[in-house]
Nanobody, 124 residues
Framework: QVQLVESGGGLVQAGGSLRLSCAAS????????MGWFRQAPGKEREFVAA????????YYADSVKGRFTISRNNAKNSVYLQMNSLKPEDTAVYYC?????????????????WGQGTQVTVSS
């Protein structure tokens, strides 16, 4: 069992940056692979980025590749999403997710635990 809490969302202009954080409870954070997803109104939940247990492997959706960076600090029980060169189409609620496997997972059903989400709004 793990509880996840996202933070760092807000309103930014196109071209700006935000850094999202996801804080996890417990002492077994390093046993979870982590991912970031987003969901815009009326649309399906969409994969954004994933990271392995150790942080040695990462994977990104084509739509964010080169602009977003996922990272983790297991000593702080946290995972981050650095978002640069933001576009209006990045506007969504962003969720972090965890699965107790050493994997790179890109589909929502592969994850067992979810945070409550944090709103990111990019204005034009």
């Amino acid at each position: 069992q793990v509880q996840l809490v996202e933070s760092g969302g807000g309103l930014v202009q196109a071209g700006g940056s935000l850094r999202l954080s996801c804080a996890a409870s417990g002492r077994t954070f390093s046993s979870y692979a982590m991912g970031w997803f987003r969901q815009a109104p009326g649309k399906e939940r969409e994969f954004v980025a994933a990271i392995s247990r150790s942080g040695s492997s990462t994977y990104y959706a084509d739509s964010v590749k080169g602009r977003f960076t996922i990272s983790r600090n297991n000593a702080k029980n946290s995972v981050y999403l650095q978002m640069n060169s933001l576009k209006p189409e990045d506007t969504a609620v962003y969720y972090c997710a965890a699965v107790a496997r050493d994997t790179i997972a890109t589909r929502p059903y592969e994850y067992n635990y979810w945070g409550q989400g944090t709103q990111v709004t990019v204005s034009s």
